[in-house]
């Protein structure tokens, strides 16, 4: 299993893996039983145990890889749970509670660990403001990849990889994230290269003006109108940023909200949450 787990994330693939942390009484899996669950509910290796423990670990896995969220689950009898004043979707200081529906009537904790991979950041261009995002954003969980002429690589420090030219790999992935920052030198074929598949954000640092003319060319040559409604132009929340850092700033800031949005939750409705 740890081959697969291994495997699994340097190819940048979702799952989750689950852990029994603790048994009571009769049960088919003993603690630190192990499974690893896919995006879509799958468990393609390990065993928690059978059905009883089964259908609610998937359900919680599948929430976990959607919120990025760990969960605890604690699965036990309808009277054991009843005689703590709980029933089935219950949550508690942290734990959600399933019924254990078979004869063997033992009870099962089983921890739900997502493991999400980094987002790829692709900073296309070698302007004070790239070279300003290649030091905040590793810092935001993002895997940076620097797309610059290699004369410019001396300019980045602590980036993940470096990429001659503007040229994205087309392994990039779909969790993609590209800021274009040519600052005039290439702004065209660095753009073509952020659009050509498709990204949770793309963005040109540059005037309205000029980003209004450089989507006239890349329609002319042939992108698509819905493509280009996609680019985020100017590059930013609007905080008013003046210098490369503050400028830098505001577009790690805007890549965070689109990566954070609807993760988070009310309190109240995390400590209501079902599985």
């Not at 599948?62 to 760990?70: A, C, N, V």
């Not at 409604?229 to 929340?237: C, Q, S, V």
């Given at each position: 299993m740890l081959d697969l787990v291994n495997n699994m994330k340097a190819r940048g693939e979702p799952f989750a893996l689950a852990t029994v942390v603790r048994t009571v009484s009769l049960t088919a899996a003993k603690a630190g039983a192990k499974a690893v669950i896919l995006s879509d509910g799958t468990m393609t290796a390990g065993w928690i145990g059978g059905g009883c423990a089964r259908s609610n670990v998937l359900k919680a896995a599948?929430?976990?890889?959607?919120?990025?969220?760990?969960r605890l689950i604690s699965v036990q009898p309808k009277d054991v749970l009843e005689e703590q004043g709980l029933k089935a979707g219950d949550a508690q200081d942290g734990v959600l509670y399933a019924n254990n529906m078979c004869p063997s009537h033992g009870s099962m904790d089983i921890f739900?660990?997502?493991?999400?991979?980094?987002?790829?950041?692709?900073?296309?261009g070698a302007s004070p403001v790239a070279v300003a995002i290649s030091a905040i954003a590793p810092r935001m969980g993002f895997f940076v990849s620097v797309c610059a002429p290699s004369a410019d690589h001396t300019l980045f420090?602590?980036?993940?990889?470096?990429?001659?030219?503007?040229?994205?790999?087309?392994?990039?992935?779909?969790?993609?994230?590209v800021v274009v920052s040519t600052q005039g030198r290439g702004d065209t074929a660095a753009l073509k290269s952020a659009l050509s598949s498709p990204s949770v954000y793309v963005a040109f640092v540059g005037s309205r003006k000029k980003a209004s003319v450089l989507k006239e060319e890349l329609a002319a040559a042939g992108i698509?109108?819905?493509?280009?409604?996609?680019?985020?132009?100017?590059?930013?929340?609007?905080?008013?940023a003046i210098t490369p850092d503050e400028i830098a700033l505001s577009i790690v800031a805007e890549m965070v909200e689109i990566r954070r949005r609807g993760q988070r939750q009310p309190d109240t409705q995390k400590q209501e949450g079902t599985i």
């Open positions: 599948r929430q976990s890889l959607s919120d990025g969220q760990p739900v660990e997502p493991i999400l991979p980094r987002p790829q950041l692709y900073i296309c420090e602590g980036v993940d990889r470096l990429i001659d030219a503007y040229e994205i790999p087309p392994e990039s992935g779909g969790n993609r994230y698509t109108p819905s493509l280009l409604e996609t680019l985020h132009a100017p590059a930013g929340l609007d905080l008013g």
